[in-house]
């Protein structure tokens, strides 16, 4: 049982490049979300979606893309990384937004030089 | 806006004391409130879920309390071990339109030493 997996687990890329992370999970969870992890900022939410073909904006979504046609993938891609986007990205999913259980995968660590 | 805090940002015990950890929100209109364990280089790992109507929920040697009209969560840890040394964050789902989203405590860095 894979669960939820996350890829690439690190990488760096230049400025002005873009980047996509990609997270896949089995369970067939409705919903999935892409956070980002700062230190002094805890997880905030960049974007989720509560089924194929439906996503909306979290509290960070500026500079990023998703998409979701498929259940089980749910890519972010940063269209022209900068700096300010260094960061460690998790992907989650859960049957039931946050009424349910919420699992995580177990990271991206992204630098932008 | 929701807001969740956590205090102490960070805490260190000897093995087998009982602690508590504290997390508090202020918007008392949610609709459930988890704790989640965090390991160095590792995603977040769900140990406890309480819905807005539950005062407390355990789990072995955990058990989280709720007081929405203070704002208020405690995780309590028995008998603690080496093994529960890592981060614990709080995060709370808002009623009305932010019911799809989780808001996050920054954490508590716990470590306990033998």
């Known amino acids: 049982d894979a669960g939820i997996t996350q890829s690439p687990r690190y990488k760096i890329t230049e400025t002005g490049r873009q980047v996509t992370l990609m997270c896949h999970q089995t369970?067939?969870?409705?919903?999935m979300f892409w956070y980002r992890q700062d230190l002094g900022h805890g997880l905030r939410l960049i974007y989720y979606?509560?089924?194929?073909?439906?996503?909306d904006k979290g509290e960070v979504p500026d500079g990023y893309v998703v998409s979701r046609s498929k259940t089980e993938n749910f890519p972010l891609t940063l269209e022209s990384a900068t700096r300010s986007q260094t960061s460690v990205y998790f992907c989650?999913?859960?049957?039931?937004?946050?009424?349910?259980?919420?699992?995580f995968g177990e990271g991206s660590w992204l630098t932008v030089v | 806006k929701q807001e969740v805090t956590q205090i102490p940002a960070a805490l260190s015990v000897p093995e087998g004391e009982n602690l508590v950890l504290n997390c508090s929100f202020t918007d008392s209109a949610i609709y459930n409130l988890q704790w989640f364990r965090q390991d160095p280089g590792k995603g977040l790992t769900s140990l406890l879920l309480i819905q807005s109507s539950q005062r407390e929920q355990t789990s072995g040697r955990l058990n989280a309390s709720l007081d929405k009209s203070s704002g208020r969560s405690t995780l309590y840890i028995a008998a603690s071990q080496p093994g529960d040394s890592a981060t614990y964050l709080c995060?709370?789902?808002?009623?009305?339109?932010?019911?799809?989203?989780?808001?996050f405590g920054t954490g508590t860095r716990l470590q306990v030493f033998p």
């Open positions: 995060a709370v789902s808002s009623l009305g339109e932010n019911t799809d989203k989780l808001i």
């Open positions: 989650a999913s859960s049957t039931w937004a946050s009424g349910n259980t919420i699992y």
């Open positions: 979606s509560a089924a194929a073909d439906i996503t």
């Open positions: 369970w067939s969870h409705s919903y």
